[in-house]
């Protein structure tokens, strides 16, 4: 029997004059992704993009779990392809849908005919393969018109007709490669992996900047950081890990400046690199993964006294997200599980007791006046390395 994976346009619909495009550059990633599972026919037809396996050897399964990774698609289901006789098409139900069936209580059909040469009616089509799929369920499911746990879609189109097994989310979003490139500050929490998946699923290729303390974080803290990567990566694709080590810089904080002020200090630094990441990188914008009032370095005072150093558009996509809003994607993309992992970050080591939440940018800017910034700097930049995390391109 002949099967093959619908996916459905989101948000590129509305493209207008530019649609082509954007279609050029999600049918591009969907053939990137799925030449892992084997070798497949993309074609794509009003709005619609077919995946048809080529031989035996393709795994379906796998596929259509990668469809639903990809970003731009609203919604991805799996038929069967039939010729347009109404015998064929129900002998065809029984034989596939079972299979996809098992388990649910309620199911209804939906018969929608594109081609209005053939002889049934929508109607009459949903009512016969209704008939067909009841009798080859055994009882084992009912119909709901209102309210089902399936809907199984029959389309009679000009060249075939496809019986739909239902249809699942997609991504959404936009192809990624649509929107320019940025650059995340990854840390090994759970925030920054969810406001990286966030921005790339607008189209944006993020590459990742860590930062490290190594001795004070440790060689499987790193590992961690390059773990949740690649878990962002198989999502996205690919992601360039940027590395710089912190230490000395935090050395000396600690020797010159006020308790008080460290962990702002330190976010200046670290924002100051990542500009200057960013820039010699191409990537547009940096992405934290900052949310309103979580800790005393991310108020609004405090907020501004970091983005006051830099001059990109800083991206925070979690910024009004609660933290059990922000659990709930990482689980999603399978994220979670590494975040809660329980290795330091350069941020939790020397942290103050009692840091400015309403800080003042000059007294903060009197504080860097005790340490050569620049020369700190400069020094910190040569520590970087990077790691090229590719999943499937
Ligand atoms: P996360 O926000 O990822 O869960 P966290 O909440 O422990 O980790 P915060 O201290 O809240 O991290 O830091 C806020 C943001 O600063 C992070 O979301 C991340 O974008 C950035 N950041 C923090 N630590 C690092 C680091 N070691 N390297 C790169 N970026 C970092
Ligand atoms: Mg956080």
Redesign the pocket.
């Known amino acids: 029997m002949r099967e093959v994976i619908l996916c459905k346009y989101g948000e590129i619909i509305l493209k207008g004059a530019n649609k082509s495009w954007f279609e050029g550059i999600l049918i591009r990633d969907l053939r990137k992704r799925l030449a892992r599972y084997g070798e497949f026919e993309v074609r794509y037809n009003q709005s619609i993009v077919y995946v048809e396996p080529q031989n035996e050897d393709c795994d379906m399964d796998g596929a259509f779990e990668e469809a639903k990774r990809a970003f731009g698609f609203a919604s991805i289901s799996r038929a069967a392809v039939v010729e347009k006789d109404m015998e064929k098409i129900c002998e065809c139900a029984k034989e596939y849908l079972p299979q996809h069936l098992f388990g649910k209580r309620t199911f209804k059909v939906e018969g929608k005919r594109s081609d209005k040469r053939f002889p049934l009616t929508s109607p009459q089509i949903s009512a016969e393969v209704g008939g067909a799929i009841l009798e080859a369920m055994g009882g084992r499911i009912k119909v709901d018109v209102n309210n089902p746990d399936v809907t199984v879609r029959v389309e009679i189109r000009n060249d075939l007709a496809y019986i739909n097994s239902g249809s699942h989310r997609g991504a959404g979003g936009m192809p990624i490669g649509t929107n320019g490139k940025g650059l995340?500050?990854?840390?090994?929490?759970?925030?920054?992996?969810?406001?990286g998946y966030m921005i790339a699923k607008r189209g944006v290729i993020v590459e990742?900047?860590?930062?490290?303390?190594f001795p004070y974080?440790s060689e499987r803290a790193r590992e961690k950081?390059l773990e949740l990567a690649e878990l962002v990566a198989k999502h996205t694709g690919r992601m360039r890990v940027h590395i710089i080590s912190?230490t000395k810089i935090q050395e000396e904080l600690v020797k010159h400046c006020e308790e008080d002020y460290f962990?702002l200090l330190l976010?200046r630094f670290?924002m100051k690199l990542?500009t200057r990441v960013a820039k010699e990188k191409y990537c547009n914008a940096l992405?934290?993964?900052?949310?309103l009032g979580?800790?005393a370095?991310?108020t609004m005072k405090a907020l501004a006294v970091t983005d006051a150093v830099t001059d990109l558009p800083v991206f925070r996509p979690?910024i009004g997200m609660d933290k059990e809003d922000?659990v709930t994607i990482a689980r999603k993309i399978d994220t979670y599980e590494t975040?809660i992992l329980p290795y330091e970050?350069?941020?939790?080591v020397f942290t103050p007791k009692h840091p400015r939440t309403q800080p003042e940018i000059e007294k903060v800017e009197a504080q860097e006046k005790n340490l050569d910034v620049d020369a700190l700097l400069e020094d910190a930049y040569n520590s970087l390395v990077t790691h090229d995390i590719r999943v499937y391109c």
Do not use: N
Not at 184 to 193: E, F, H, M, T
Not at 208 to 213: G, K
Not at 287 to 291: A, K, L, M, Q, V
């Open positions: 995340l500050l990854l840390s090994g929490g759970i925030d920054s992996p969810v406001a990742a900047l860590h930062f490290e303390s974080t950081v912190l962990t976010r670290m990542a992405i934290t993964g900052e949310s979580q800790v370095s991310q979690c922000i975040s970050d350069c941020c939790t």
